[in-house]
């Protein structure tokens, strides 16, 4: 059974820092990307940040540049988002997806289950 699971979700304050984690299980990490995605309440789900196989390309939704880095170990077969200077509006269910390279959601085929993010002005 192909899962993911993230984790380190939480409430922080604006300015504030976070790390999501996911972990991946069922077939072999290390050949798929793995993207973030988020959603809003009342909006829909959108691009965050996505990261090659190798590690080696990355891209980011411009709203997030220079604020957040997405990372992974293949070995762990985890893929991370540290989230750095955390706005109000990165408030979201944040997921974690595999699949091919790209920020559409229709690009990845396996989801986790979310993980709340809270930022507080």
Same mark, same amino acid.
């Given at each position: 059974?192909?899962?993911?699971?993230?984790?380190?979700?939480?409430? *922080?304050?604006?300015?504030?820092?976070?790390?999501?984690?996911?972990?991946?299980?069922? &077939?072999?990490?290390? =050949?798929?990307?793995?993207?973030?995605? &988020?959603?809003?309440?009342?909006?829909? &789900?959108?691009?965050?940040?996505?990261?090659?196989?190798?590690?080696?390309?990355?891209?980011?939704?411009?709203? *997030?540049?220079?604020?957040?880095?997405?990372?992974?170990?293949?070995?762990?077969?985890?893929?991370?988002? $540290?989230?750095?200077?955390?706005?109000?509006?990165? =408030?979201? *269910?944040?997921?974690?997806?595999?699949?091919?390279?790209?920020?559409?959601?229709?690009?990845?085929?396996?989801?986790? $289950?979310?993980? $709340?993010? =809270?930022?507080?002005?």
């Amino acid at each position: 059974q192909v899962q993911l699971v993230e984790s380190g979700g939480g409430l *922080v304050q604006a300015g504030g820092s976070l790390r999501l984690s996911c972990a991946g299980s069922g &077939r072999t990490f290390s =050949t798929y990307a793995m993207g973030w995605f &988020r959603q809003a309440p009342g909006k829909e &789900r959108e691009f965050v940040a996505a990261i090659r196989w190798s590690g080696l390309s990355t891209i980011y939704a411009d709203s *997030v540049k220079g604020r957040f880095t997405i990372s992974r170990d293949n070995a762990k077969n985890t893929v991370y988002l $540290q989230m750095n200077s955390l706005k109000p509006e990165d =408030t979201a *269910v944040y997921y974690c997806a595999q699949g091919i390279f790209g920020t559409k959601p229709y690009e990845y085929d396996v989801w986790g $289950q979310g993980t $709340q993010v =809270t930022v507080s002005s």
